[in-house]
């Protein structure tokens, strides 16, 4: 083969690896390959033949000439050759051959033209055709394997007069494959230029040439869209060239009855709502429940297009007159928006418009919010930060204290309406929802209590909620409707009964979806199936030959191609700009397109594609649903999506100078999806900030990285670009590392790679600090990847401090010693540790840090606590410590730090065995932890409220504690220094399995040997746990801590690992080496005041038996 070289029989007039036509002696195409598919003899034998498509089918190709150039179409591709034609061609006079050559081609044409499929080349006896393009049908696979079986009937009875006439028989071989292309422009002779994408030609051609004479072989991409409607037999699996696994083929074998349909969609309005009455009488109840002031929760949970919004419009309708709305939706294009859906429910509460200038907005808020906040000192300052308008509450507040209170400032908005009149909180499509909105969501279910409110949240079944309700939880599933349902709604659409068999086929189809019945209805008429004369309804083909599309999304995309040329040119750009638009800024794309906007956007009105976002609203469209505005989407070629993007990027910049952290995720979310990388990199990094300033650390997270693959992408492929961008792309590589080491990097970004590329970077360009910043994160991140690197990676945490100080960067190299601080004691290098805690303590009261009480200073107090807490055995001192700094937490307003220190008091009095104190710590920590959404707090706090309510005999429900400290297990790097508490908890509540992962995960991380000392004290404990086979292991595990604890000097550690020791010996039935261990570990846990440890040791002394389980405490 001329085009990829792989060896061809001379009998194949395709290349069986890539489609190329071979034509006879024909010339390796020029480089880059653009084969020319036929030679001229064949190309006029195509041009004689094309003459005989009939002209209904000519007309429509004619229809569409200039309207599908430049898109993306999915298209199903048809091989077909006869074989052992070369041997046949031996036998007879070359112009007999020419003219059976002609017969059999006018054959194959002909049944491919029937099914209105278009032959695109021919080569001797071989041809391609494409079904789909540029018709389009939403079942052009149907079609394509129905020509494919005509074409072999046919084939069968001419080889019946064949045979009788000149002895032979003429045998073809078929292949079929579904795909994309890029579809060209269809010439006047009606041949269609196209582009493929990927394998859509060579897999079909491969399969020609691998089916056995007589056979068609379809791929598994076609016969999924084709399923049911034919027998098949799966055959091969085959070596393809170009794919990596095996590819499986399907024989086709014969028609047979349509046996399902798959069907999944989004409800549109103004048919009528059947099928829903018990579900509408459920929310009624529920609303009722409300006003006698019950609150409720209600979840409608549905597939696309089962009738959530619906639902929830007809609830609406309902009560429209005596409630109070705050209504919000997620999307896809707003999923990484902080506390979108809450900013688009309370622009429509306070009735704010895009019009509105930020003074105005700021008028509005405070007219409605002054009823219930007279000075505008509550609420006001923190709904008015959500939504960027006014001003802003004081910087000086924590980021976690400004989340928490903008959580207080609308859930008291809310409860003040409620007192007036009840109130219906909606938020739609959770399934899309953002992360601080999730948290949100939780809190007030989990937390609403007393108010007149009924929450109603809608979303898929594979999003699965996580909140705890403290009220009434309704969950409302919505199920297939009945065959009489689905019915009515294909007569509303219809505007009246449609032939029974025809309704029957529809209702077989639809498989009870309200929107899929409702799409499959509108395509037969817009197709011409169906006509309506004088109110009847008649069918203008047989019945058997009306094939019911087999998806949505086919049913989407076939409409869309009936659209008409502006039509569809409007719903695609409309696409780009996302599920909700504005007419204006539509026409402005549209531009010099000479398409009539209004016009357009009436007649798509019209047809239900798209739709006013309300009756009174001029501006504002919506899809109907957001699959039809994906199918549109992704019928843009990729270019012309990229450049569509930047257009609007720049649009709405222009628009507004107006920062908000919704219209700069906007910008990022546009341009990131351009090829104006610079202005894509700028504005994630302020989407970014935006995000981490609210606080949003993993929305933050996430930005940060798309700002990093942006960016590296340019440098990566040799870009030009100037040391401006060089340094973005810095900036973004530098907060991404830094967002790691303090959170959890995305699973997606290996962030070491990052950090040593920042640091390439920071070179070239002469950027001390940012070098010194790479050396750090590298360094902390290499610490907490595995236990083997820790010492890679303190070195280079030493090079980045000593860079520092070197540099003559003071500020820099007093925050890089937090991180050597940290690192040494990670390490077990306790003094050292203190000296350079001390030495930063000096320098943060130097700077005025303590004064002002800043994050950094209270951060420099946690680290000197856990100083005393892991590094040291004074607890009574940890304890008075803690308590100073909790303190003035509470003085600042510290949420974060006072949370933190609550966290070490319950850890240090649950280890001194006061149960009820921890208890009352733990509580007060897990309480603030949840609300700011502080993982790290959680999970330790969460362990000793559990561990302490059971220690002091309370009824507790363990999964209240469960999920949030499993959930914590993600931040691995840190988990060691908790994980023997921790799994000390987990298994007095027989979570085994659980305190295993914990004990495994922590020891695989823990780099360090104070780490590696707390994490092998754990897992020494679950293997005790596990029995006998396990203890060896068990006892090589205390007795490594053992000699951790000696080397470190830590009396208390060594007190445990003497702990678990005699443990074993009490299990081994040996009471020499139990005295030996119990006793010595009772004394030192004693004289520490560590009397949980304490007393455990003195009940195992006092065992004569070995007792059940592991702690026992409960016999």
Known sequence: CPSCGSPVRSEFHFCPECGFALAPAAA?????????????????????????????????????????????????????????????????????????????????????????????????????????????????????????????????????????????????RIG???????????????????????DTTNLAARLQSLAAPGAILASEATIRLVRGFFQVRAVGPFEVRGKSEPVTAYEILGRSEITTALGVAEARGLTPLVGRQQEVLQLADCFARVRDGSPQVVTIVGDAGSGKSRLIFECKQSLASE???????????????????????????????????????????????????????????????????????????????????????????????????????????????????????????????????????????????????????????????????????????????????????????????PFFAEEITRALFEEGYVTVDNGQATLTRPIEEVLIPGTVREVIAARLDRLGAQGKRVVQIASVLGRQFHSNQLARLIGNDSIDVPAALASLEARGILHRKNLLSDDEYRFGESLTQEVAYDGLLHKER???????????????????????????????????????????????????????????????????????????????????????????ALDLCRMAVIYVAPDSVDVESVARIGSDLAEALGDVQSLAGFRTYHGMIVTSDSRERFAEGLALVESGHALAEKSELPEVALSISRALAFSYLFDGQIERARRITLRVTRGLDAAGHRERLTDLYFGTLWMQNSMLLYGGDDFPAAIADAL??????????????????????????????????????????????????????????????????????????????????????????????????????????????????????????????????????????????LGKEQHAEAARCFAEVAELAKAIGLRSMAAHARLGLGRLAVLAGDRDAREIHLVEARSVFAELGLRRYAERAERWLADAEPPVGFLAESA
């Open 176 to 198: 079929i494959h579904t795909g994309p292309v890029v579809v060209g422009t269809v010439g006047n002779d009606l041949k269609m230029d196209y582009t493929a994408i990927g």
């Open 28 to 172: 390796p195409p020029p480089e880059p390959p653009q084969p020319t598919f036929s030679a001229e003899a064949w190309e006029n034998r195509l041009d004689r033949l094309s003459r005989h498509i009939p002209n209904d089918l000519a007309q429509k190709i004619r229809g569409i000439q200039g309207t599908i150039a430049g898109e993306r179409k999915l298209v199903t591709v048809l091989f077909c050759d006869l074989v052992g034609s070369t041997a046949i061609a031996e036998r007879m006079d070359p112009e007999e051959y020419r003219d059976l050559l002609d017969q059999y081609l006018e054959l194959a044409f002909h049944q491919i033209y029937r099914f209105e499929g278009i032959v695109n080349q021919l080569a001797g006896d071989g041809m391609m055709a494409l079904f789909g393009a540029p018709v389009a049908h939403e079942d052009a696979p149907y079609r394509a394997v129905r020509a494919a079986g005509e074409i072999q009937h046919a084939l069968t009875e001419f080889n019946g007069r064949l045979r009788a006439r000149r002895g032979v028989e003429l045998d073809a």
């Open 642 to 732: 990229r450049q569509i993007h930047e257009r609007i990027g720049l649009l709405l910049e222009a628009e507004s100078e107006d920062g908000n952290s919704e219209r700069v995720a906007l910008l990022a979310h546009h341009f990131v999806r351009s090829d104006n990388r610079r202005k894509a990199l700028e504005k994630l990094l302020d989407a970014a900030r935006y995000a981490e300033h609210l606080p949003s650390y993993r929305t933050a997270t996430d930005f940060y990285r798309q700002a990093w693959e942006v960016g590296y992408a340019s440098l990566a492929e040799g870009a030009e670009v100037d040391d401006d961008f060089r340094r973005l792309v810095l900036g973004a």
């Open 323 to 513: 409630v109070a709305f705050f209504e919000g939706r997620c999307s896809a294009l707003k999923q990484k928006v902080p506390y979108a859906p809450f900013a688009v429910m309370l622009r429509q509460y306070f009735a704010i418009t895009s019009a509105d200038p930020p003074a105005r907005a700021a008028e509005k808020i405070a007219d409605k919010v002054r009823p219930f906040d007279p000075r505008l000192d509550e609420m006001y300052p923190f709904l008015s930060r959500l939504l960027a308008v006014g001003s802003a509450p004081g910087t000086d507040l924590p980021a976690d204290e400004i989340k928490r209170e903008t959580f207080h400032a609308l859930a008291r908005l809310v409860g003040c309406v409620s007192e007036q009149t009840p109130v219906v909180l909606i938020i739609e499509d959770l399934h899309w929802i953002d992360d601080p909105s999730r948290e949100m969501i939780e809190l007030a279910v989990s937390q609403l209590s007393k108010a007149r409110v009924m929450m109603i949240f809608s979303h898929r079944p594979d999003f699965h909620a996580t909140w705890r309700s403290q009220v009434a939880l309704t969950q409302l599933s919505l199920r297939p409707l009945s065959d009489e349902h689905t019915r009515a709604i294909v007569r509303s659409v219809a505007a009246g009964p449609l032939p029974a068999d025809l309704e029957k086929r529809i209702l077989t189809k639809a498989e009870g979806s």
């Open 884 to 1025: 100073a700094a909790h303190e003035l937490a509470v003085r600042a307003g510290n949420r974060t730090s006072r949370s933190g220190m609550a966290a070490v008091l319950a850890h240090l009095h649950f280890m001194c065995g006061d149960y009820s104190e921890a208890r009352r710590w733990a509580d007060e920590s897990l309480e603030i932890a949840e609300v700011i959404g502080n993982v790290a707090t959680i999970r330790i706090a969460a362990s000793i409220a559990l561990g302490s309510r059971r220690e002091l005999g309370e009824s507790v429900t363990a999964e209240r504690y469960l999920k949030p400290l499993e959930d914590g297990f993600a931040m691995a790097s840190n988990l060691a220094l908790y994980v023997r508490v921790i799994v000390d908890v987990l298994l007095s509540v027989g979570e085994i399995t659980l305190a295993e992962r914990a004990a495994r995960l922590a020891y695989e991380r823990a780099g360090g040997r104070l780490r590696d000392m707390l994490a092998r004290q754990a897992l020494g404990e679950v293997l005790t746990y």
